[in-house]
Nanobody, 126 residues
Framework: VQLQASGGGLVQAGGSLRLSCAGSRRTFNMNAMGWFRQAPGKEREFVAA????????PYADSVKGRFTISRNNAESTVVLQMNSLKSEDTATYYC????????????????????WGPGTQVTVSS
């Protein structure tokens, strides 16, 4: 599965960015989709994920109320809308997909995701 993420960039604190990820049309509907991020010197961490049907959407505590994940199965895309950005949100953001047998399963661990995009840089200036 080839994932392509876009939408990163430089923004001031308090601003917004929208990340988008395009997946394989052949398998997208069978996969949960997740966003992870990794800052320099830190481990990759979970940000948000969404189940196959779009109904289950767990978030990391650090982004709850500021970030929103959504998906469009017809277009095989997943979007992460990031509002009220903070300097601590600065990181490389990765889109990932996980094959799941049921629509209510939404993995939050990086090890549960099989395919990863190349990452897109988000930099928030204070």
């Amino acid at each position: 599965v080839q994932l392509q993420a876009s939408g990163g960039g430089l923004v001031q604190a308090g601003g917004s960015l929208r990340l988008s990820c395009a997946g394989s049309r052949r398998t997208f509907n069978m996969n949960a989709m997740g966003w992870f991020r990794q800052a320099p010197g830190k481990e990759r961490e979970f940000v948000a994920a969404i189940g196959r049907g779009g109904f289950n959407t767990p978030y990391a505590d650090s982004v709850k109320g500021r970030f929103t994940i959504s998906r469009n199965n017809a277009e095989s895309t997943v979007v992460l809308q990031m509002n009220s950005l903070k300097s601590e949100d600065t990181a490389t953001y990765y889109c990932a997909s996980a094959y799941v047998r049921r629509a209510d399963i939404v993995p939050v661990s990086p090890s549960q995701y099989q395919d990863w995009g190349p990452g897109t840089q988000v930099t928030v200036s204070s």
